[in-house]
């Protein structure tokens, strides 16, 4: 009797180990794949190609750079031949050129306040270049003397930003981040006729800003109507409605001057500019 209890204690025993054994396997399984799933949630999502898109808009931004050098070749001899009524015509539709570039002219470096710092820009013992250098000179002076070596140097300036735009760091984030931040900087800052304080011909500039915006959508909007065709009609909509309110204010393809608008006419541009940049902003779907 003792031997048969004896037995089956060892039998249970035996029985016991290999439930436990089978349980230890089974938690250790359950352990290994619980944790190839937190590894595989925890690594980040593979980074959305934007390379044929960036190449896009590098090309079309290489034709606006070249298109500013000429621009800016024909400034240069109106100012040295002295004519000042051509040279103020000149000065808003060579600067569109550049200003249609402003989503990126973050990544000019130095070039980009060289071309186009306003006076209030610069800092305590700056050397004052660029666009709004001749722009004071020829509103508040009504003459091109004094503009032959800053044309010479905005010239300069301008070559040398074509032969640095094909090398530039241009990324799918600063696309999108870019023509959002300038809207936002038109209907807060550039509202307020802070950029052309002496020529008042800010409308050319806030055209140029949203045509430059509008470009990183279009190249954008093949990929974004593939993730939210409703916020690309929407976009597509907001963009009319600023083009709509700046028309008011051409006539005979000639800007008015952004002084004689109204309190009520800026609000009303501001507010159009707003509600384009609300859904603009949403563009970053294309990057998750």
């Known amino acids: 009797?003792?031997?048969?209890?004896?037995?089956?204690?060892?039998?249970?025993?035996?029985?016991?180990?290999?439930?436990?054994?089978?349980?230890?396997?089974?938690?250790?399984?359950?352990?290994s794949e619980t944790?190839?799933?937190?590894?595989?949630?925890n690594q980040p999502s593979q980074a959305v190609d934007l390379s044929e898109e960036i190449n896009t808009y590098r090309t079309w931004l290489e034709s606006e750079i070249d298109e500013l050098v000429v621009g800016v070749e024909k400034f240069a001899t109106v100012l040295k031949?002295?004519?000042?009524?051509?040279?103020?015509?000149?000065y808003p539709e060579v600067r569109v050129y550049f200003e249609r570039s402003e989503p990126i002219a973050g990544s000019f470096g130095d070039l980009d306040p060289r071309i186009d710092n306003r006076e209030a820009d610069l800092e305590a013992g700056e050397v004052w270049t660029g666009f709004h250098a001749i722009e004071k000179i020829l509103w508040t002076q009504n003459t091109t003397a004094g503009t032959e070596k800053l044309a010479e140097q905005l010239l300069a300036d301008a070559k040398q930003?074509?032969?640095?735009?094909?090398?530039?760091?241009?990324?799918?984030?600063?696309?999108?981040?870019?023509?959002?931040?300038?809207l936002?900087?038109?209907?807060t800052g550039k509202i307020t006729g802070e950029e052309e304080i002496f020529s008042k011909t800010d409308l050319y500039d806030f055209q140029a800003n949203i045509e430059g915006a509008e470009k990183i959508f279009e190249i954008l909007t093949?990929?974004?109507?593939?993730k939210d065709e409703k916020l690309v009609a929407t976009i597509e909509e907001r963009f009319a409605d600023v083009y709509k309110e700046l028309a008011k204010y051409r006539e005979g393809g000639v800007y008015k001057p952004y002084d004689t608008l109204t309190s009520e006419q800026t609000k009303s541009l501001a507010e159009a500019v707003n509600k384009l940049g609300e859904p603009l902003a949403q563009m970053g779907i294309i990057l998750e």
């Open 35 to 41: 944790t190839k799933t937190e590894t595989q949630n």
């Open 1 to 31: 009797m003792k031997k048969i209890f004896v037995l089956s204690m060892i039998a249970c025993a035996v029985m016991l180990a290999g439930c436990q054994e089978k349980k230890t396997e089974q938690a250790a399984k359950v352990a």
């Open 222 to 226: 093949p990929k974004l109507k593939a």
């Open 161 to 182: 930003l074509r032969e640095q735009v094909s090398q530039m760091p241009i990324t799918g984030e600063l696309m999108v981040q870019g023509s959002v931040d300038l």
């Open 184 to 187: 936002n900087e038109v209907s």
């Open 81 to 90: 031949s002295g004519n000042v009524a051509e040279a103020k015509a000149l």
